[in-house]
């Protein structure tokens, strides 16, 4: 048997072309949704496309997603990069706030019962800078198709 470092090299190789990775929107849209059931929407939801999602070109999904679970779907025209940059905004919060303030003053003028994105950072820089509870789209996803 050869346990040489070519040997690993083209099992590994192999085994990688085989893998498809996909992003979580991606997952619920495409592979989770379509077997579930909404049983109750809600009212109306805000939703934060994030820089990565939009570079994988997921917005569009996202927006969908959150249109099968909710009535109305409010995406700030001012909604771009949150300025979280991984943990960065936990440690120079400033940034976030002056990357939020457009998209904050454009959320508190149309309030919505729901606030949602696709990444944690995201959700709390949205939450410092509008005051409101920013969650995952999978929260919400799991609340909407819950069995009644």
């Known amino acids: 048997m050869d346990f040489g470092e070519g040997a690993l090299t083209e099992e590994n190789s192999a085994r990688h072309a085989e893998l498809r990775i996909i992003d979580s929107v991606e997952w619920a849209g495409e592979f989770l949704l379509p077997q579930l059931e909404v049983t109750k929407k809600v009212d109306s939801v805000t939703v934060h496309p994030t820089c990565s999602g ?4 997921l917005e569009r999904s996202l927006t969908r997603i959150a249109g099968a679970l909710a009535e109305r779907v409010e995406i700030p025209d001012n909604a771009t990069c949150c300025g979280f940059a991984g943990d960065r905004g936990l440690l120079h919060p400033e940034l976030t ?11 508190k003028t149309e309030p919505t019962s729901k606030y949602v994105s696709s990444n944690r950072t995201c959700e709390v820089g949205l939450e410092r800078a509008t ?18």
Not at 54 to 57: E, I, S, T, V
Not at 97 to 106: D, G, L, Y
């Open 131 to 148: 005051g409101e509870p920013y969650g995952s789209f999978v929260y919400l996803l799991e609340e909407a198709t819950r069995p009644v």
């Open 54 to 57: 939009r570079h994988l070109g």
């Open 97 to 107: 706030a002056s990357a939020t303030a457009e998209e904050a003053a454009e959320v």
